[in-house]
């Protein structure tokens, strides 16, 4: 591969070389891997069976992928993690995406960013081998636009106290832990501890629970307190969500569109199968020119994070992060259309994956927030 | 020696021996071709060094840091990105030896006659006729969107011979000397005014049978060959980020005054897409070097021709009631080989409505990735196997 690092430019930026836009050999069976696993082991009616829950959570299914590693992969391997890049922890979403799986790793990989990055030397070294070996699950209360949410914090004799809620918590029910921003800094808190009360939430995506989390004279010390500013700290875990979920996203869209793709070559009306006439055929078209153009997008935002490229992060992140739900909404919607009727009822399959992109569109930041936010990197607007 | 080592000593030994800023671009241009550097997987002789065609970028990305003038490649693009391949699979070897040095060099430039008023899309409609006459044929008809036929000494032809035969295979292709007589080139103007096209009759034109590519009939795959050469033979480019006509948008705002919310909405919409399809184009590129391809290099053109119409229609509106003006009116010229025209917003604003109509309408790039890439049914095709003469037109 020696002679390929020169055919375009832009991959060099900084220090650090982003990798090429293509899986490696060692990638490429990390995908099939989770694909073959997920198959296997979530396969749709297992999907069905955990959304009918509270907190669409199956120790068992968590404990098998633990010892695939996945909670890991993000996390040093001096703190028993598998140290693998963000790339590869991409490359999972996208299949988690493609199943449609009710698994909680977007919490737990931002959760795992915000220690990696935040958190005091012991809260790692005891913190991030639990959360490796799936037995402690951690959250972040990523504040949402628009809800009505704040948590307090005060001084009393006894110590500090914290009071409040944080609302739409991604994969709260069931967690032992949340990270929750203050205004002085950000905590990790137990969700058993005197005072916490975890509320589920109906959500639209059932595949991805979320949950009120109320803080009611809350005892936090210096133990709890994650290091620098709390406002850094949410968007460490923001950054990061939102580059996984984009990437999850491409692999929702993917999914959607293969079934759609299949359905269409099968099903027949005026003596046609419906994918020989144009209208559905150039939509099924149009479809896998964004699925394609948003999957660039995912898959460099992770290289940019993969390397610390501070201002390649800037911009590549919020592109993926604008477009990819949009795009993976946009397709699964039209997945719905080409199914025709059948598409809308309960039974098939496509509005899970509707639902999950949908949420997905509002989850860590609207389009349109994130598109602020590179105009204003890119001092547009 | 591997084809790397190969490759890079006869870059170093070519830039060695006539430094791109001392020497005359169409001097360079045949020490290039005979250095093997013209076209690498061509073999050694004809231009290349029988190199894989994956290292084609890899050349010309060096050459570009030795500031070399790689002009040529867009200015004769119809010969170097497409008719040379053409050449290579289907020519014998005196008219490889003719033909393929002086196209690098630009001496002689080539235009494509395939488009005929009555096939655009259809292309395999076409109707202009090939007659044989003991060794030579005679040709006659009309021939349409000829870019550079102005300016050409070599035409790429395509002809019917067989009217009998169903469409695809009463075809013949010929190499056309654009100065034989009964060549009528006339320009073509646009809707920007401009003649970037030109209108060829052909009258009784007559062809020598030496100038034939491919079998009599078999003139619809020699076609192909030639449509399939155009990326291979360009090898990958991959603009810089925020170049392009997202660049003229970008400009437009910050001149504009820039307080409409909805519309720095719209400008960031449209600065992703590009970015995206930036992107896209990098990731086939990568592919292709890794020898991977897989859909992302065939939605590049459909995604480049939807988003530039919409890109260049949101500057116009950018520009409020300069949006109303053409600056310096319609002039009713033609482009010249040397010059680089000044392009106004306006311009290519009305150029752009060509994007999703050349080089493969969006319609049938659409149906080209449902039926070829997503593996969806075709259309119903009624003139299939009726003999071309038989067919409604």
Redesign the interface.
């Known amino acids: 591969m020696t002679d390929t690092a020169t055919e375009t430019s832009p991959t060099r930026t900084g220090a650090a070389t982003i990798q090429d836009l293509v899986l490696t050999d060692e990638q490429a069976t990390l995908r099939d891997v989770a694909r073959d696993f997920l198959g296997a082991r979530v396969p749709m009616k297992r999907v069905r069976e955990l959304m009918a829950t509270p907190s669409a959570f199956d120790e068992g299914l968590w404990q098998e992928v633990a010892a695939m590693g996945w909670q890991a992969m993000a996390i040093p391997e001096d703190l028993g993690g598998a140290g693998y890049g963000m790339v590869e922890v991409a490359v999972v979403f996208e299949e988690i995406g493609r199943a449609v799986a009710p698994l909680p790793m977007l919490s737990t990989i931002m959760a795992t960013a915000v220690l990696r990055d935040h958190g005091t030397d012991d809260q790692r070294a005891t913190m991030l081998p639990s959360i490796a070996a799936g037995a402690l699950r951690m959250v972040v209360a990523v504040p949402v636009a628009g809800a009505d949410d704040g948590v307090e914090i005060t001084d009393t004799e006894a110590g500090a106290r914290l009071d409040g809620h944080a609302s739409h918590v991604i994969e709260a029910v069931g967690a032992e832990a949340v990270v929750v921003a203050t205004g002085r800094g950000a905590f990790v808190v137990p969700t058993d501890r005197a005072g916490m009360t975890v509320v589920p939430m109906d959500a639209l995506d059932p595949t991805r629970p979320l949950a009120r989390v109320e803080f009611a004279n809350v005892a936090v010390d210096d133990d709890d307190a994650l290091v620098g500013d709390a406002g850094d700290v949410i968007d460490t875990a923001r950054t990061v969500g939102a580059v996984m979920l984009a990437n999850e996203m491409v692999g929702v869209a993917a999914g959607a569109h293969a079934m759609a793709v299949e359905y269409a070559k099968v099903r027949r009306q005026f003596g046609r199968a419906i994918g020989s006439f144009q209208a559905v055929k150039h939509l099924l078209a149009d479809d896998l020119v964004q699925l394609e153009a948003a999957r660039s997008t995912a898959w460099w935002a992770a290289r940019a994070l993969a390397v610390h490229d501070v201002e390649e992060v800037a911009v590549a992140v919020p592109v993926a992060a604008s477009l990819c739900p949009a795009t993976a909404a946009a397709i699964t919607g039209h997945s719905i259309q080409v199914h025709g009727g059948i598409g809308f009822t309960w039974e098939h399959d496509a509005h899970l994956y509707y639902k999950r992109a949908s949420a997905a569109t509002l989850l860590l930041g609207s389009g349109r927030a994130w598109r602020r936010r590179l105009g204003a990197t890119l001092a547009l607007t | 020696m591997d084809d790397?080592t190969r490759i890079d000593d006869a870059i170093d030994a070519l830039l060695a021996a006539h430094p791109p800023a001392t020497t005359p671009p169409r001097d360079f241009w045949g020490a290039q071709f005979d250095a093997g550097l013209a076209w690498v997987h061509h073999p050694v002789g004809k231009g290349g060094l029988g190199a894989s065609p994956r290292?084609l970028?890899?050349v010309r990305?060096?050459l570009g840091e030795a500031d070399a003038d790689q002009s040529n490649l867009r200015s004769n693009i119809i010969g170097i990105g497409m008719g040379a391949g053409t050449l290579l699979s289907h020519a014998d070897d005196a008219m490889q030896d003719r033909l393929l040095r002086p196209m690098f060099t630009m001496e002689e430039i080539w235009c494509q006659l395939f488009s005929e008023p009555g096939a655009g899309s259809d292309l395999a409609n076409l109707a202009t006729s090939a007659i044989a006459e003991g060794d030579q044929w005679i040709v006659n008809g009309q021939k349409v969107w000829t870019t550079l036929a102005h300016v050409s000494r070599w035409g790429l032809l395509v002809t019917r011979t067989d009217p009998g035969q169903p469409k695809h295979r009463g075809l013949t292709y010929f190499v056309l000397d654009m100065d034989s007589d009964g060549v009528d080139v006339r320009p073509l103007h646009q809707i920007t005014g401009e003649a970037e096209f030109n209108e060829v009759y052909l009258t009784d034109v007559h062809i020598d049978d030496a100038m034939r590519l491919g079998a009599v009939g078999a003139g619809w795959s020699v076609a192909m060959t030639t449509l399939m050469n155009e990326r291979v033979a360009i090898g990958?480019n991959?603009p810089?980020?925020?170049t392009g006509a997202i660049a003229d948008a970008?400009a437009a705002?910050?001149d504009s005054d820039?307080d409409d919310q909805a519309m720095?909405?719209q400008?960031?919409?449209l600065?992703?897409?590009a970015?995206?399809?930036r992107?896209?184009s990098?990731?086939a590129?990568?592919?292709r070097?890794?020898g991977?391809p897989g859909?992302?290099g065939s939605?590049s053109k459909?995604?480049w021709a939807e988003l530039n119409k919409a890109i260049t229609t949101f500057t116009m509106q950018v520009l409020g009631p300069d949006g109303l003006l053409m600056p310096g009116g319609y002039e009713l010229t033609a482009p010249t080989l040397d010059e680089v025209p000044v392009v106004t917003p306006q311009q290519s604003f009305l150029r752009a409505r060509a994007n999703s109509i050349e080089g493969g309408t969006s319609?049938i790039?659409?149906?080209i990735?449902?039926?070829r890439?997503?593996?969806?049914?075709?259309?119903?095709r009624v003139d299939k196997d009726l003999p071309w003469r038989e067919v409604p037109r």
């Open positions: 790397m290292h970028a890899h990305s060096r990958g991959v810089e980020r925020g970008v705002w910050q820039h720095a909405d400008l960031l919409q600065w992703v897409e970015e995206a399809l992107l896209t990098l990731r590129s990568h592919a070097t890794a991977t859909p992302e939605t459909l995604h319609q790039l659409r149906n990735l449902g039926e890439v997503l593996g969806l049914p075709g259309e119903p």
